[in-house]
Every structure is written in structure tokens, then in C-alpha cells.
């Protein structure tokens, strides 16, 4: 993927390219320091601040993430009370999601409702067993580094199938069996029990996305970026960090 640094105007860029702000990132930087003061007296998720959450520190933007999810345990949700049009006005032609979440494909993890959050505000990266591939550590680099996403988070679920056939370790058809060989560390480390292992493989994804990348270890050693993993439980529909 091509990345046109020099286009962004990511607030990560102007900290991070060296050069003295132009007038016009000046500008950017004062409006969006407008912005997060403004977010104090405004609901976090109300569609006009879509440009500010970027701005959230990692903290913040993981506490964002999850008091979304308790809304949608609780059943008190609001995204689905955005005025869409206007959503989709404000961010056809830039994104600045507030959390990157690498998922499962599976249906029954649908990541935005998970975390009652409308257009533009995750950058989601899915793929059965959520496993860190070339492409998507790409992907959730973009979302970090360009889009300036300030927590990313991995979340296995219960009752992974990816994780429960890799534990099985039978014979699959077509390309299915590419996915084994990454959640096998995980396996390695808790055996046949499939819930431990679909937990241990969350964490390995993200200790993977860590360590192995010098983009977001790069971004994490400045304070800019944490990331996490979780667990989602498909009854209750609630996530829960693990450490
Ligand atoms: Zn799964």
C-alpha cells in the first residue's frame, strides 16, 4: 500500500515529520484544540464531534470504546439515533475513526454495534480468528499511523469456530487451514481448551501487533497509541479486557 504522508493532515504527522507548522497546520491544530474543549459539554458520540475523537489520548479512546459497549449490553444504545445523512456528509471525504479493533469475521460479532458506534468513528480490521496477517497489521498501521487512531483493540469472541478448528486440527478444505498455523501459538500454550485458547490467542495477536511492528511500537514508545485485547462474550454481548 502507497501511504501519501505528505497529503495527511493527521495531527500525527505534524508532530512526527520534524518540520515547523505551516499557518495552515496551525490553524488545524487550534481548531481541533476547539474541538476537545467543545467535547467536554457535548455527548462523546453526537455525531458533530466525529472530526475531534481522534484527538482522545489511548486512555481515553479505549474508555470510549468500552463505555459504548456498556450502552449496547445495557441496551441503551445510541448510534442507531445518528442522523446518518448527516454522518455520511461530514465524512465522505476524510476519516478520523478513534479506535482501530482487529475481529473475527464472525456474524455474530458485528464490531460497531458491539460498541454502539456509527460511520466513521472504527477502523476495523476482520478476519476469522483474528489473526495478525501481512495485510492486516498493514491495515491497522494505516489506521494508526495516517488516520491517527489512538487504541487498537483485539478482540477474540466466544465460541471462535477459527480457534475451536485449529484446536481440532482436522483435515479442511481449500484455504481454510492458512489460518491455523497463527493461532497455534495459542494453542501451544493452553491445549484442547478451546475458550482459554481463544483468550491466549487475543493477546498474542495483540502482543504480536506490539512487538513485531516497528510502525506501532514506534507510535506506543511515543505515547501515542495503546493496544489492547478483549474478549467478547456472545450471550451477553458484553467485552471484557483482558490482561
Ligand atoms: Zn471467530
Known amino acids: 500500500m502507497q501511504v501519501d504522508l505528505k497529503s495527511s493532515t493527521s495531527p500525527v504527522m505534524n508532530e512526527t515529520d520534524g518540520r515547523e507548522p505551516t499557518r495552515r ?34 486512555s481515553a479512546a479505549l ?88 487504541v487498537i483493540l483485539v478482540l477474540g469472541h466466544g ?20 489460518l491455523f498455523p497463527h493461532i497455534q501459538p495459542a494453542i501451544d500454550q493452553t491445549g484442547h481448551d478451546v475458550e482459554a485458547g481463544i483468550r491466549a490467542n487475543a493477546k498474542l495477536q495483540a502482543k504480536l501487533l506490539q512487538e513485531s511492528s516497528p510502525v506501532l511500537s514506534g507510535l506506543i514508545h511515543e505515547g501515542k497509541l495503546k493496544v489492547a485485547a478483549g474478549y467478547y462474550e456472545l450471550a451477553t454481548g458484553k467485552v471484557t479486557l483482558l490482561n
Open 25 to 58: 497546520q496551525f490553524l488545524e491544530m487550534a481548531v481541533a484544540g476547539g474541538a476537545i474543549a467543545l467535547m467536554g459539554k457535548m455527548e462523546l458520540n453526537d455525531p458533530h464531534t466525529v472530526f475531534a475523537q481522534s484527538k482522545l489520548s489511548p
Open 63 to 150: 474508555a470510549a470504546l468500552m463505555e459504548g459497549n456498556g450502552r449496547f449490553v445495557s441496551g441503551r444504545g445510541t448510534a442507531h439515533q445518528h442522523d446518518l445523512a448527516v454522518i455520511k456528509q461530514h465524512t465522505a471525504s476524510k476519516q478520523e475513526p478513534f479506535a482501530g479493533v482487529l475481529s473475527c469475521s464472525d456474524s455474530r460479532v458485528p464490531v460497531e454495534l458491539v460498541f454502539d458506534q456509527s460511520i466513521g468513528h472504527i477502523f476495523v480490521g476482520r478476519v476469522a480468528g483474528n489473526i495478525v496477517t501481512p495485510e492486516i497489521m498493514g491495515s491497522l498501521e494505516y489506521g494508526a499511523l495516517v488516520l491517527g487512531t489512538p
Open 159 to 178: 465460541g471462535c469456530g477459527a480457534v475451536k478448528a485449529a484446536v481440532e486440527g482436522k483435515a479442511v478444505p481449500g484455504e481454510i487451514s492458512s
